[in-house]
């Protein structure tokens, strides 16, 4: 495998202006209020709601932010009606993309998606046409880093995660992502965190089959896109086949 290709947002950065962080905060809300509408507010019983809430921590998110969210998923707080949507399109270089979002007003969100798309030199494609290019994986990520130097090397933790169910494993510099089948993701987890390791981001993803290599133009462009995307409120996660 090639790579995640999951466009790093403001998300990922350990430096965050209290603006960002305003919208990370609002973004990480609702991943946990459809979780917890899933299955229910109890993360020990819901490993949707588990990781989206372990997620929300890693962002210093407020307790009662959570809480709240927590609530407004199980009905005990009144909520917007919020749902989970995936959107497919082209972008710069003719790469192909994949958009999830959760959102209060799907039309609404289709139009800001589109009219993005349009100003970045991308199209909206339609529903399956760019979703065969990727399987749908459980994506572990670690920090070597952030690992304790005397506990842990890199040739370990790669067959630790082996050990723990991983079907490929990807290095970037000191960042691991590995690779599991999206039902076994929970339990992989668990497994590495028992065996010390610090986990940075557990999550299903959108694993491109092949990646395509464009010009350092068109590639540009397609940091433009996803960052144009990354700041509109419903979109989630950007995933494309774009190389590394």
Same mark, same amino acid.
């Given at each position: 495998?090639s790579?995640?290709?999951?466009?790093?947002? *403001?998300?990922?950065?350990?430096?965050?202006?209290?603006a960002?962080? /305003?919208?990370?905060?609002?973004k990480?809300?609702?991943?946990?209020? =459809?979780?917890?509408?899933?299955? /229910?507010?109890?993360?020990?019983?819901?490993?949707?709601?588990?990781?989206?809430?372990e997620?929300?921590?890693?962002?210093n998110?407020?307790?009662?932010? *959570?809480?709240?969210?927590?609530?407004k998923? @199980? +009905?005990?707080?009144? /909520?917007?009606?919020?749902?989970e949507?995936?959107?497919?399109?082209?972008g710069p270089?003719? *790469?192909?993309i994949?958009?999830? +979002?959760?959102?209060?007003?799907?039309?609404?969100a289709? +139009?800001d998606?589109?009219?993005?798309? %349009?100003?970045?030199?991308?199209?909206l494609?339609?529903?399956?046409?760019?979703?065969?290019?990727? &399987?749908?994986? +459980?994506? #572990?990520?670690? &920090?070597?880093?952030?690992? !304790?130097?005397?506990?842990?090397?890199?040739? %370990? =933790?790669?067959?630790?995660? =082996?050990?723990?169910?991983?079907?490929? *494993?990807?290095?970037?510099?000191?960042?691991? &992502?590995?690779?599991?089948?999206?039902?076994?993701?929970?339990?992989?987890?668990? @497994?590495?965190?028992?065996?010390?390791?610090? #986990?940075?981001?557990?999550?299903?993803?959108? #694993?491109?089959?092949? @990646? !395509?290599?464009?010009?350092?133009?068109?590639?540009?462009?397609?940091?433009?896109?996803?960052?144009?995307l990354?700041?509109? &409120?419903?979109?989630?996660?950007?995933?494309?086949?774009?190389?590394?």
């Open positions: 495998m790579g995640h290709s999951h466009f790093k947002s *403001i998300k990922h950065q350990k430096d965050i202006a209290d960002k962080k /305003g919208k990370i905060f609002s990480m809300a609702r991943v946990i209020t =459809i979780a917890a509408k899933e299955k /229910g507010g109890d993360p020990e019983a819901n490993a949707k709601l588990k990781i989206a809430v997620q929300a921590k890693s962002f998110m407020p307790r009662e932010n *959570i809480d709240r969210a927590i609530q998923g @199980t +009905g005990e707080l009144a /909520g917007e009606n919020l749902e949507v995936v959107f497919e399109a082209y270089g003719g *790469i192909a994949i958009i999830e +979002g959760i959102v209060d007003n799907k039309n609404r289709l +139009g998606v589109k009219q993005i798309l %349009n100003q970045q030199n991308g199209k494609a339609g529903e399956g046409s760019v979703r065969w290019m990727f &399987d749908r994986k +459980g994506v #572990i990520t670690i &920090d070597f880093k952030s690992q !304790v130097s005397s506990l842990k090397n890199k040739e %370990n =933790i790669e067959l630790e995660a =082996i050990e723990a169910g991983a079907e490929d *494993i990807y290095w970037d510099n000191d960042i691991l &992502d590995i690779y599991t089948k999206v039902e076994n993701l929970e339990t992989a987890k668990k @497994t590495l965190e028992g065996k010390g390791l610090k #986990i940075d981001s557990v999550k299903p993803a959108w #694993i491109a089959k092949e @990646t !395509v290599e464009i010009n350092e133009k068109e590639k540009e462009s397609c940091q433009k896109l996803f960052e144009a990354d700041e509109n &409120d419903t979109v989630q996660d950007i995933y494309s086949n774009l190389r590394a």
